[in-house]
């Protein structure tokens, strides 16, 4: 058994509901043929994931008349309006995300900066949906959170203005900095209730 197909059964018996497709294109197709008429959600959010955005779905949702689309993401918007938007967030019919890691034994593993993305995960919106590539798989617990410290620094890249320790190194040093991007884990090993979250375990490699 592949680790693909291992982590898919493991996914399963976790309750958690996948689709496993060949690539992006194939994401974006079962999720709006399959995932979103099943839902049919009147409102919308995400948390910051490179995977999710690539494959277009995000960018489709915010064009649709009948959505209202909560950004949490807008440049424009003062900090107090980002964190009340975020709050709206969690109480969607459907969130998008992404996962730092998946193991083969069926657990979702993720580390955020302030919160509102795991937050949307374990509770508030009616239904989540993680795009997560083949990429993201290990073996194990102690694997993916190993994965999920290696990959920190590059996230912190994508923010230069938080001028962070790991951003200079380019390694995790475990830093105490009031911007540290690193602060809560979420350890999700099942889905409740079951089918509540839906993922899309695409073959190809998608974000970091």
């Not at 489709?60 to 909560?70: A, P, R």
């Not at 980002?82 to 969690?90: F, R």
């Not at 994508?158 to 200079?168: A, G, T, V």
């Amino acid at each position: 058994m592949t680790d693909i197909s291992k982590t898919i059964s493991s996914l399963k018996k976790n309750n958690f509901d996948v689709y496993h497709v060949k690539n992006k294109k194939e994401a974006k197709e079962i999720f709006f043929k399959e995932i979103f008429p099943e839902i049919n959600p009147k409102t919308v959010s995400y948390g910051d994931s490179l995977s999710a955005e690539s494959t277009g779905i995000l960018e489709d949702l915010k064009k649709m008349e009948g959505i209202n689309f909560i950004e949490t993401f807008d440049e424009n918007a003062t900090q107090k309006e980002q964190i009340q938007a975020s709050k709206d967030a969690l109480h969607v019919d459907l969130f998008i995300a992404g996962s730092n890691a998946v193991t083969t034994t069926g657990l979702l593993v993720n580390l955020d900066m302030v919160g509102n993305r795991i937050a949307g995960i374990v509770f508030g919106p009616r239904r989540v949906v993680l795009v997560i590539g083949k990429n993201k798989i290990t073996e194990n617990l102690e694997g993916a959170m190993e994965r999920v410290r290696s990959i920190a620094p590059k996230n912190a890249a994508r923010h230069p203005e938080l001028n962070l320790p790991c951003q200079k190194t380019g390694e995790c040093i475990d830093c105490s900095s009031p911007k540290r991007i690193c602060n809560s884990w979420l350890i999700s090993e099942k889905s409740y209730p079951k089918g509540r979250i839906k993922i899309i375990l695409v073959e190809g490699d998608l974000g970091l």
